[in-house]
């Protein structure tokens, strides 16, 4: 199988839960590191599927690699290539496929809960899931949904939380987020909660029962949103083997 190609902006903003996903399901993995200076590729054909982390850019600053990074999820859309978007990711995959990203009228960080979408296409991302769960936010910027694209929940202060399009999943939330992973966060990014509103909690009630909240959402959304769309990975890695076969074949 052809590697998840992981693209990573800023060293601390790591892959968390994907990269646990992708060891126990013994799928190989590349890193991208834009932090340390790799170079964005240009072609889609050597991966299975690509993956867009957070960073606290905007996808409206004006940096190459940004416009690198939304011409391949162009070149990947065009190919059926299955992509996964966290946040700035989720941003990014917006805004190549038609989308807009824009800074909302207040950030919203912390623990909040999210109201699902009730749809054919959404249940069968979310499957058994109750009507509200909670998840880890922290942005400042909102997408709009693509054409075509199909909403999965929504918050308070973000009704444009999560869709999916085709075989590829965009959410603003961290649902990739491990405790370790989030305790460097708010070492190293912590001044961002302040001014404390009701969209942002401090820093003592994102670190409340830390450990256990992230294990629920680990069990109850990200592991069943992982599962799902590691499912189509899998299929559309399988059309595209099939389909060097009957090229291989007929060129013989």
């Not at 060293?11 to 799928?27: K, Q």
């Not at 869709?163 to 491990?178: D, R, S």
């Amino acid at each position: 199988m052809r590697p998840v190609r992981i693209f990573r902006h800023q060293s601390w903003v790591g892959a968390g839960r994907i990269v646990e996903t992708l060891t126990s399901s013994n799928l190989p993995f590349e890193i991208v590191a834009i932090d340390r200076g790799d170079r964005v590729p240009s072609s889609v054909d050597d991966v299975s599927a690509m993956v867009f982390l957070g960073c606290t850019m905007s996808v409206n600053d004006e940096l190459p690699w940004i416009e690198e990074e939304l011409s391949l999820i162009r070149k990947g859309q065009a190919r059926g290539v299955p992509m996964l978007g966290h946040c700035f990711g989720s941003q990014l995959i917006s805004k190549a496929m038609g989308g807009t990203v824009a800074p909302m009228p207040a950030k919203e960080i912390g623990w909040y809960k999210v109201a699902r979408d009730r749809n054919p296409v959404t249940d069968a991302w979310l499957g058994d899931l109750p009507d509200e769960f909670e998840i880890l936010i922290w942005h400042h910027d909102a997408f709009t949904l693509p054409q075509g694209a199909v909403p999965l929940y929504s918050s308070s202060f973000c009704p444009d939380q999560a869709f999916v399009l085709g075989n590829t999943l965009a959410t603003v939330a961290h649902i990739e987020v491990t405790a370790p992973l989030l305790r460097e966060w708010l070492s190293v990014y912590g001044d961002d909660l302040q001014p404390a509103s009701a969209s942002v909690q401090g820093a003592e009630q994102v670190l409340h029962r830390l450990d256990e909240r992230v294990e629920q959402m680990h069990a109850t959304v990200t592991d069943r949103l992982y599962a799902c769309w590691l499912a189509r990975v899998r299929e559309a890695e399988h059309r595209q083997k099939m389909g060097r076969i009957i090229e291989s074949r007929s060129e013989t």
